[in-house]
């Protein structure tokens, strides 16, 4: 079991190498910040900065990177996953509130331009332009990585949290941003 934990950290910091190479050129790190958590999924939120809901979906030692990068060109935000089931369709995002005993607690999705309705279905705001959105597919190991591109960074309201969803995220009208059951959940402190 040790040995198996440290092959996967080993792969996962293999990972954060190779993104890191992705983000840094022509980047000068003065205009940087960067925020990256490295974390294993438990049961219970409050032994961990990641919990799972569903540990059939995202199972118990399942590892989540989350790096966010901020510069004047805007927000980039990068997950890497290992150990989730193999070849399935996971959504994600980010969300306003902390990781809680349930997924309901992370609150809705951080909007940059926020919805005057709650919960927001419109895609004019519910769209991966206005929101983070994370969605990826396992690759036969179980290991999957998505990147998020915004053209704008955080004000007074940042997010809390990165919510691991059952399905890719819809974009049609009246369920745009909606992505099924909420598995798992991430805390990051941006
Ligand atoms: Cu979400």
Redesign the pocket.
């Known amino acids: 079991m040790r040995n198996r934990i440290a092959a996967v950290l080993a792969a996962t910091a293999a990972a954060v190498t190779t993104l890191t190479a992705v983000t840094a050129p022509g980047v000068s790190a003065s205009e940087n910040a960067m925020t990256a958590v490295v974390t294993v999924f438990q049961t219970d939120h409050r032994l961990s900065t990641a919990v799972t809901y569903d540990t059939s979906l995202v199972p118990v030692g399942a590892l989540a990177r989350v790096a966010v990068t901020t510069s004047d060109r805007g927000t980039i935000t990068e997950l890497a996953v290992r150990g989730f089931v193999p070849d399935r369709e996971y959504?994600?995002?980010l969300?306003a509130r902390p990781c809680g005993a349930t997924g309901a607690d992370a609150g809705p999705?951080h909007q940059h331009v926020q919805d005057p309705e709650q919960p927001s279905t419109d895609p004019a705001y519910a769209n991966p332009q206005n929101e983070i959105w994370l969605d990826f597919t396992t690759d036969a190991a179980g290991a999957a990585s998505a990147r998020s591109e915004v053209g704008w960074t955080f004000g007074e309201r940042r997010p809390a949290s990165l919510?691991i969803?059952e399905r890719h995220t819809s974009t049609a009208e009246g369920e745009a941003?909606v992505?099924g059951e909420?598995l798992a959940c991430v805390n990051v402190s941006l």
């Open positions: 959504g994600a995002h969300h999705h919510v969803h941003g992505a909420r």
